[in-house]
């Protein structure tokens, strides 16, 4: 975490932990070595703003390792706006955004986290317009809705990050969109600028690595180093949303002896057993958690006997409920669907079951019966 | 001349702010505060399974997950009749204390000490610790590039600690924190498998059993959080509180000297005892605790956007009907009072409720207990601290009471009709949960949020919220550098995300909304 110069050597190294920690592949420590060493002279400006967020992305943000977060605020990224970090409030904090759209046209990154409303603006603003209204005898300004803040950043963006599921996909808040139209950050800066890059990163919240290997990606994609940005169908990352949970569950074993987790009492904390019974979402889940695991490594969902609750599908929340009960569509050819009897299904015929099952929820169907509300 | 200034975003809190201060003779006459984002989380609850309720209200805030998560908890416990097991008390006690602690550590450090220290003036630091001169160099280079992004800019003021030596131990101690708060949430991740937005916590229990293995990774982070609360956390809330400059807002920010706690850390079974203590406090008498009385919660509306037929309710029979041209509405946040009363909640509330001996010292030589009784600013900040060490070393207790093996879940089927209610205190302060179950699904729930009673607009009788309230008398020397309008509001810790509400009880949707 040394400001001092560091030779191209400390960098590769440097560069090669980050690689390792943050899960790219190998084959790009030398890019990264470049990025990372462009970075600490010329740092890439960052803004990140918040639309119907929670903040949850930003807190996970803090809880990154590998870059930590000093190094990456203070000596890889030029971050001009943050509501929670940044030092400014007010007019001093939006001025740091018009001037960094003056001086840095075309060179910032843009982060968004949450979705963006669109039933009425006013359902999310910060900073404040020019224009007044009247208020107790005085003229007040008026709230700037985040519609209008996506106007004039997205066009001189560099590239847009959608950090978190909410924002991605619309994640909760758009489980009510009936209500404030609460929509992906991809389909309003299509809107504005088709052409604009547009990179995803799910969950909720965001991993810290998650969040930070897609910066690096688009980084290097930026550069010029194309095959650096792997993105699937939804805009991911490849790197971290390209297993499916299920596939790497340290769990994986237990379900395929059908040794299932039904009473939070009756475990024997060295059995591991299976969620699947409790609603566990890990097999229509793409995400490296099994193996990246949260906060510092210490655990994750499954690990502490709690089911996957695919926070990282666009699917979450609304497609993947009711939560605590097991996948149902789960079908095995000519075998009764009942999970009892799953322990000797072979393990190929239940991840074809169980795809299908996500690809109908993915098409975002569901059965004529259900209501809005998700009742039945 | 009296001129109105709009502050808007309040950085470093939580979700969208907007300060309005009337401004007359350098200092503040009047104020209004404004919620300014709306999501509708509990809509999308109805019909949902009761279970979700728990998931989907940790939502509500990436801050303050495992507060929501767990009042939604005892929430469904309450409805479903569940007989807490004391492993699983005893373990969302010690998860809900780390969050207080890595809470706290953020609040102080990362919202506000930027509020109160120079970090230009690390640049001039002349003392020879590696750790600090590597600090100095950082800051340098930043400050050299023009570049001292996110740090700069930012108000300007002339009573920033700009002693280098201070100032530069403080900026490290904030780099320090970053650690330390990582640290408490990897506690809860121990038990509850990661945070934000943790899985641990079940209706009926919690999902992990407290192993020998398990106890000692948390105990080990504690410890050391235990350390650097007592060296670092106390200290640093000392050298600020003892700078000249700050003495004022021992005082100013007073919000009006009325406290309420629902009180939290059960510490058996049935709740009846709480490490922190349930209680009122009226205009300031601190020796004088009252008991509290759900029933004389009430809900005004008459400056939110809701109608007229949802004015003085209990939020059991809560209604929630927006009518956003309404005439002198002015936010998405309700005005909850307390037999009429706006009331501040917090780790202040809950203090003056406890009187800790360590509390009433710090009182005592700070002079606070001196007529007139005021607690501002920065009392706030320390009844923080003071919190974070109390609940730290509390929770090494709870740690030996877990009794590896035992039982950690209270298994209850879901009932066809039920009503429930989950207390809690998180670290911004009273948090309420409540559900009606219909058909064994989520009829109605509703939350009732500390940054509602805190961020409160007027009432019926046009009496202001806490924060408003707070804000008469603030000194605002430089109308373009209102430094010390921002100092008091996030003493508070505001959490907007949680804060705003909106449902309807009967048909679960919003009417109309009015284009602000």
């Known amino acids: 975490m040394t400001g001092k110069l560091v030779s191209r050597r400390r960098f590769l190294k440097q560069a090669g932990a980050t690689t390792a920690l943050l899960g790219l592949s190998e084959a790009m420590i030398p890019e990264l070595a470049r990025a990372l060493q462009g970075l600490a002279s010329g740092k890439p400006p960052v803004i990140w703003i918040q639309g119907q967020s929670c903040t949850g992305c930003s807190v996970s943000f803090l809880n990154a390792n590998y870059p930590s977060v000093t190094e990456l605020v203070l000596d890889k990224l030029s971050v001009r706006f943050h509501p929670n970090v940044m030092g400014g409030t007010g007019d001093a904090a939006t001025g740091a955004i018009e001037a960094t759209v003056k001086e840095k046209k075309g060179q910032y990154v843009l982060v968004v986290e949450g979705p963006i409303p669109t039933k009425e603006p006013d359902f999310c603003t910060f900073g404040l317009e020019k224009a007044t209204k009247p208020f107790n005898g005085y003229q007040r300004r008026k709230d700037k809705p985040i519609y209008e803040w996506m106007k004039e950043l997205v066009p001189d963006a560099a590239a847009v990050i959608a950090n978190g599921n909410c924002a991605s996909f619309g994640g909760i808040p758009m489980a009510n969109a009936s209500v404030t139209g609460a929509t992906p950050v991809s389909k309003i800066v299509a809107e504005i600028d088709s052409k604009k890059p547009v990179i995803n990163v799910g969950g909720c919240p965001s991993h810290p690595d998650w969040f930070i290997g897609t910066v690096l990606e688009a980084l290097l994609f930026l550069g010029g180093k194309k095959s650096a940005l792997n993105l699937d169908d939804n805009l991911r990352s490849k790197t971290f949303f390209g297993k499916l949970i299920h596939e790497n569950c340290e769990r994986r074993a237990s379900f395929d002896a059908g040794l299932f987790l039904e009473d939070w009492n009756s475990q024997n904390p060295d059995m591991n057993l299976c969620m699947f019974k409790m609603g566990c979402k890990g097999p229509v889940t793409y995400a490296d958690c099994p193996t990246r695991r949260w906060n510092s490594a210490v655990n994750w969902c499954v690990g502490a006997n709690a089911p996957c609750h695919g926070c990282a599908e666009p699917t979450f929340y609304e497609n993947l409920a009711p939560l605590y009960e097991p996948l149902p569509d789960v079908h095995f050819a000519g075998i009764s669907p009942a999970v009892d009897t799953l322990g000797w299904v072979a393990a190929a015929g239940t991840a074809v079951g169980i795809g299908g099952h996500y690809v109908y929820k993915q098409l975002g169907k569901k059965p004529e019966s259900e209501s809005e509300g998700g009742e039945k | ?516």
């Open chain 2, 1 to 516: 001349m009296a001129q109105l200034i709009s502050i808007d975003p309040v950085t470093r809190i939580e979700g969208h702010l907007r300060i309005d201060v009337e401004v007359e003779g350098g200092v503040v006459k009047d104020a209004w505060s404004s919620g300014t984002m709306f999501r509708g989380i509990e809509m999308l609850l109805k019909g949902k399974h009761p279970w979700d309720a728990q998931q989907v209200t940790e939502r509500i805030c990436g801050v303050c997950p495992l507060v929501h998560g767990t009042a939604a908890s005892y929430n469904l416990d309450d409805a479903t009749g569940v007989q807490l097991p004391d492993n699983a008390r005893i373990i969302r006690n010690l998860c809900l204390g780390a969050n207080f602690i890595q809470s706290h550590i953020l609040h102080f450090y990362h919202l506000a000490a930027l509020d109160y220290v120079d970090v230009t003036a690390v640049t001039k630091y002349e003392g020879k610790d590696p750790a600090l001169l590597l600090l100095k160099d950082k800051i340098t280079k930043l400050a050299g590039a023009g570049d001292v992004y996110p740090f700069l800019p930012r108000y300007d003021s002339d009573d920033y600690v700009s002693d280098p030596e201070l100032a530069t131990t403080l900026v490290s101690h904030y780099v320090q924190a970053l650690e330390m708060r990582k640290k408490a949430q990897e506690m809860i991740a121990v038990f509850y498998g990661r945070m934000p937005s943790f899985v641990g916590t079940v209706p009926g229990g919690v999902t992990t059993p407290p192993t020998l293995s398990k106890i000692t990774a948390f105990q080990a982070r504690l410890q050391q959080l235990q350390q650097w609360i007592d060296e670092i956390y106390i200290q640093d809330i000392l050298t600020v509180a003892g700078v000249q400059a700050y003495a004022p807002f021992l005082k100013a920010g007073d919000s009006g000297g009325n406290y309420l706690a629902y009180g939290g850390f059960d510490q058996n079974q049935s709740g009846t005892e709480k490490f922190f203590p349930r209680g009122i406090i009226y205009n300031n008498e601190i020796m004088n605790v009252k008991p509290v009385d759900k029933g004389k919660i009430s809900e005004s509306v008459k400056h939110s956007w809701y109608t007229e037929e949802c004015e003085g309710l209990n939020p059991k029979q809560g209604r929630t009907d927006p009518e956003l041209e309404k005439e002198g509405a002015y936010s998405f946040l309700k005005a909850p009072r307390y037999d009429g009363k706006p009331m501040e909640v917090g780790p202040l509330a809950r203090q003056l409720i406890k009187k800790p001996t360590i509390l009433v010292d710090l009182a005592t030589k700070l002079g606070l207990l001196n007529p007139p009784v005021k607690f501002g600013i920065l009392p706030r900040h320390a009844a923080r601290a003071i919190e974070a060490k109390l609940v730290a070393d509390e929770m090494s207790k709870w740690l030996d009471q877990l009794v590896p093996g035992g039982k950690i879940w209270d298994k209850k089927d879901i009932p066809g009709e039920a009503y429930g209610a989950g207390l809690v205190e998180g670290p911004r302060g009273a948090l309420g949960h409540w559900i009606q179950i219909k058909g064994k699904k989520i009829g109605n729930y509703q939350a009732v949020v500390p940054t509602t009673w805190n961020a409160s607009p007027r009432d019926k009788s046009d009496v202001r919220g806490p924060i408003e309230t707070s804000l008469i008398g603030i000194p605002v020397p430089d109308v373009e550098n209102p430094i010390n309008v921002v100092r008091d509001v996030r003493s508070f810790d505001p959490c907007l995300a949680c804060a705003i509400h909106i449902i309807h009880p009967e048909h679960n949707g919003v009417k109309s909304f009015r284009v602000i």
